[in-house]
């Protein structure tokens, strides 16, 4: 299994010290968020970039992206708001292009929870022009991305139903086909109560990386996998057999439950 973890959300550590813990848990693969701490996209010059790339290379690690998510809305009512996560977007597919990531992961927006819900449309119309951007931008510069599925929350996201992501890929399609592919996010598809293997069964000629973490359903609670209701005995090797070439990425919000949760995925891929 291509097996790796996201960096978290701030342990206190360096980027450097957390990417040498990630390699003595044998994890190939990191995605990087493109948040503060660690990879703020507007600060970082190509020497930092170019040391952060040959510290994973040196550790036998593989990189993915996540572009930039907090105060980001793609889909925005506001004008100024929704191009500045645009250019804020924009840059994270350059970066990935200097780090040499296989992937940047990329939320597609939301309706504010204060905004009534029949507004959804206008907020899925403006997630739209932003994706045909983006994706004009990716095919330009040989940047590959990949749309998640989100949560249930008081904002009202986009992507959260198979239907819909599958109706953004023809979109990105027409623009730039070879682009555009999808982060499955198993967590987050818990919070909806869909059935989790039926949800990736619909998707996975286009799944490239799979977000692995757990909660009760209730809410997006990026819990260690065991500590929820998420049945990855189960799920775990159907997805593996059928996607062979997925990277899994553990998204677990603390060390220990990163700790946790390889151990959990190393006894399911061995049968117990």
Same mark, same amino acid.
């Given at each position: 299994m291509k097996l790796g973890a996201a960096t978290l959300t701030d342990p206190g550590l360096t980027i450097f010290e957390l990417l040498d813990t990630y390699s003595h848990l044998n994890l190939k693969y990191v995605e990087i968020r493109c948040e503060w701490p660690y990879l703020d996209p507007q600060s970082p010059n190509k020497k930092y970039l170019l040391?952060?790339?040959?510290?994973?290379?040196?550790?036998?690690?593989?990189?993915?992206?996540?572009?930039?998510?907090?105060?980001?809305?793609? *889909?925005?009512?506001?004008?100024?708001?929704? +191009?500045? /996560?645009?250019? $804020?977007? =924009?840059?994270?597919?350059e970066i990935a292009r200097i780090l040499d990531a296989e992937y940047v992961t990329i939320h597609m927006g939301y309706l504010h929870g204060d905004h009534h819900p029949h507004r959804y449309n206008i907020a899925k119309k403006l997630g739209v022009l932003s994706l045909i951007k983006i994706t004009e931008?990716?095919?330009?510069?040989? *940047?590959?991305?990949?749309?998640?599925?989100? +949560?249930? /929350?008081?904002? $009202?996201? =986009?992507?959260?139903?198979?239907?819909?992501?599958?109706?953004?890929?023809?979109?990105a399609d027409d623009v730039a086909p070879n682009t555009v592919f999808i982060t499955y996010d198993v967590g987050h598809a818990n919070t909806w109560n869909h059935d989790l293997l039926s949800f990736f069964k619909k998707l996975r000629d286009r799944i490239r990386v799979v977000h692995l973490h757990d909660n009760d359903g209730s809410s997006d609670q990026h819990l260690a996998l065991g500590r929820g209701n998420i049945e990855f005995q189960r799920l775990i090797p159907k997805m593996y057999n059928e996607v062979k070439n997925a990277i899994f990425i553990l998204e677990v919000h603390d060390l220990e439950g990163i700790r946790e949760s390889v151990k959990v995925i190393e006894r399911i891929l061995e049968g117990g």
């Amino acid at each position: 299994m291509k097996l790796g973890a996201a960096t978290l959300t701030d342990p206190g550590l360096t980027i450097f010290e957390l990417l040498d813990t990630y390699s003595h848990l044998n994890l190939k693969y990191v995605e990087i968020r493109c948040e503060w701490p660690y990879l703020d996209p507007q600060s970082p010059n190509k020497k930092y970039l170019l040391k952060l790339r040959e510290t994973i290379e040196s550790l036998g690690m593989r990189p993915l992206l996540h572009s930039s998510y907090i105060d980001v809305n793609l *889909a925005s009512f506001n004008d100024i708001s929704r +191009e500045a /996560s645009l250019r $804020r977007t =924009l840059r994270c597919l350059e970066i990935a292009r200097i780090l040499d990531a296989e992937y940047v992961t990329i939320h597609m927006g939301y309706l504010h929870g204060d905004h009534h819900p029949h507004r959804y449309n206008i907020a899925k119309k403006l997630g739209v022009l932003s994706l045909i951007k983006i994706t004009e931008k990716a095919h330009d510069i040989g *940047a590959k991305v990949c749309i998640e599925n989100k +949560e249930r /929350s008081k904002n $009202r996201h =986009l992507l959260t139903t198979p239907e819909e992501i599958l109706e953004f890929l023809e979109i990105a399609d027409d623009v730039a086909p070879n682009t555009v592919f999808i982060t499955y996010d198993v967590g987050h598809a818990n919070t909806w109560n869909h059935d989790l293997l039926s949800f990736f069964k619909k998707l996975r000629d286009r799944i490239r990386v799979v977000h692995l973490h757990d909660n009760d359903g209730s809410s997006d609670q990026h819990l260690a996998l065991g500590r929820g209701n998420i049945e990855f005995q189960r799920l775990i090797p159907k997805m593996y057999n059928e996607v062979k070439n997925a990277i899994f990425i553990l998204e677990v919000h603390d060390l220990e439950g990163i700790r946790e949760s390889v151990k959990v995925i190393e006894r399911i891929l061995e049968g117990g």
